[in-house]
């Protein structure tokens, strides 16, 4: 791909997020093009229907988690990685179940599905790291954290007149998983 053929690309996906999230997965793609700066026709060249745009969106999403994963996978405090791995999962909650919700039950994507190995691994490794350092309790498992982290953004979701529920939440199941030294 050309490089201004990319970077139009890149910026209809940033675009189409910030919209998304704003507005919902049936946001206007016009409204999309125009403050992506290119015409209509373009973003149907990169993205000829709306779910591959949800896709692009969502597969940014998790390449960002994974991204932000091995950065963490060095990280001198295992626990406090954790911890900031399981606030991206959470903060990109919103994110994932408008997609899911817009590409629907019956017709998963291959984006949708391709992306829960990978990201799980992500978390093992981390959730490894801190038990491995005593700071995190052995019998939790990736699989409890990330379905504690669906069920605060659920729940979260559900309460948006309480803007610091989702933060409460994590706090209380961030603790539960802690180990203190000496404790």
Known sequence: MRADARRNRDRLVAEARAAF?????????????RRAGVGIGTLYRHFPCREDLLDAVFQGEVDALLTLGRELGTADDPFAALVTWLRAVLE???AWQA???????????????????????????????????????RAATVDDLMRLAGAIGRTADESPEDPDLADRLLHLVVEGLRIRPGA
């Open 92 to 94: 990109r909650h919103r």
């Open 21 to 33: 999230l704003a507005h919902g997965t049936g946001a206007s793609l016009e409204e999309v093009a």
């Open 99 to 137: 997609i899911a919700a817009a590409t629907g039950e019956d017709r998963p994507h291959a984006t949708l599905a391709a992306s829960r190995a990978p990201v799980e691994r992500a978390g093992k490794t981390l959730l490894g790291r801190a038990q491995r350092a005593g700071t995190a309790r």
